[in-house]
C-alpha cells in the first residue's frame, strides 16, 4: 500500500488514478486486472470520482476492467483508495492516497 498526497482538484485525482495504472504496468498486471475499485471520501466531490473514472479507462490499451466506483458518504480516513483484483477476486494491488486529501470546495 502507498500514501500520497494529492492535490485539491479533480486533475490529482486523475493523477492518482494514472500513477495506479502505471505501477500495475510496472508490476506487468494490466492484463491480470479483471475488477478496479476506486472510493473517494465524499470531500473529493464527484468531478474527483469522474476524473478517476476517465484516467482508468484510458489506462488500458484495451477495453478496461469493469470499474466500481464509490463515492463514500462517510469520513473517510483517506481521499483517495484503489484495488485492483484479478478474475478469481484476488486482490492485485492495493493503494490509498490522502493526507491532505481532495477536498472538494
Not at 502505471?22 to 474527483?48: D, M, N, S, V
Not at 470520482?49 to 484495451?62: G, I, N, R, T
Request: charged residues 20%; negative net charge; proline residues 4%.
Amino acid at each position: 500500500m502507498e500514501f500520497s498526497d494529492l492535490p485539491s482538484d479533480p486533475a490529482g485525482a486523475g493523477l492518482a488514478a494514472r500513477r495506479f495504472a502505471a505501477a500495475l504496468a510496472h508490476e506487468a498486471l494490466l492484463e491480470q486486472t479483471a475488477r478496479l475499485e476506486a472510493r473517494l471520501a465524499a470531500g473529493g466531490g464527484l468531478e474527483a470520482l469522474f476524473a478517476v473514472e476517465q484516467a482508468l479507462d484510458l489506462a488500458w490499451p484495451s477495453a478496461a476492467p469493469t470499474c466500481e466506483l464509490i463515492w463514500a458518504t462517510e469520513g473517510a480516513a483517506e481521499a483517495l483508495s484503489l484495488r485492483a483484483f484479478d478474475e478469481a477476486g484476488r486482490l492485485l494491488l492495493a493503494q490509498v492516497y490522502g493526507g491532505k486529501g481532495l477536498k472538494h470546495g
